[in-house]
């Protein structure tokens, strides 16, 4: 059984850091291409980050609200995903999925989420 | 950006309809396009990719095609469980985009 599971989500003041961590098992997980999505409570989807797998050198693509501010990483060893959020602001809460996709697919498997909000 | 749009964004049907769901892409996507159902307080679950190609798992009352930017996702027999939130999503380009969603509940 696939499990994705996220952590690290909590309040933060604007401006401030959090790193979440998603736990991967059930997957090769070197192979899989990792994506964080987020969803404002009761609004739509929004993709925010990708690394690409071994494979594709671990390269990373990032939405334009947050290149700059966020980095994803990966640890394969770990089977872990992580996302660095510096200098945050009010508009990114959200709760922060994390997903993975296999080669020729697309979002196969969704965690359960954490929820960030960017308080004072 | 590729801007994705969802028709209806809300529709009500009963048990045993067939239903539709309509997601248009600004500009061509190729078959590179995704459909999610998510119920409240749970993370979404994929359905379809490669616009047609069933996701492992999931039950065959649900089907997608493509018309040119037009894609289609139905469901051939509505049961209770498949009263959620669809959302598409295109996954050609960079930022990958979702559609506003439609929301299919209880007539």
């Known amino acids: 059984e696939v499990q994705l599971v996220e952590s690290g989500g909590t309040l933060v003041q604007p401006g401030g850091s959090l790193r979440l961590s998603c736990a991967a098992s059930?997957?090769?997980?070197?192979?899989?291409?990792m994506d964080w999505v987020r969803q404002d409570p009761g609004k739509g989807l929004e993709w925010v980050a990708r690394?690409?797998?071994?494979?594709?050198?671990?390269?990373?693509e990032y939405a334009a609200s947050v290149k700059g501010r966020f980095t994803v990483s990966r640890d394969d060893s770990q089977n872990s995903l992580y996302l660095q959020m510096n200098s945050l602001r009010t508009e990114d809460t959200a709760v922060y999925f994390c997903?993975?996709?296999?080669?020729?697919?697309?979002?196969?498997?969704w965690g359960q989420g954490t929820l960030v909000t960017v308080s004072s | 950006d590729i801007q994705m749009t969802q028709s209806p964004s809300s529709l009500s049907a009963s048990v045993g309809d067939r239903v539709t769901i309509t997601c248009r892409a600004s500009?061509?996507?190729?078959?590179?396009l995704a459909w999610f159902q998510q119920k409240p307080g749970r993370a979404p679950k994929s359905l379809i990719y490669a616009a047609s190609s069933l996701q492992s798992g999931v039950p065959s009352k649900f089907s997608g095609s493509r018309s040119g930017t037009e894609f289609t996702l139905t469901i051939s027999s509505l049961q209770p469980e498949d009263f959620a939130t669809y959302y598409c999503l295109q996954y050609l380009t960079y930022p990958f985009t979702f559609g506003p969603g439609t929301t299919v509940d209880f007539k």
């Open positions: 690394i690409r797998n071994r494979a594709r050198s671990h390269t990373t």
């Open positions: 059930g997957i090769t997980f070197s192979d899989q291409h």
């Open positions: 997903v993975s996709s296999r080669v020729g697919s697309v979002f196969d498997h």
């Open positions: 500009q061509g996507i190729d078959n590179s």
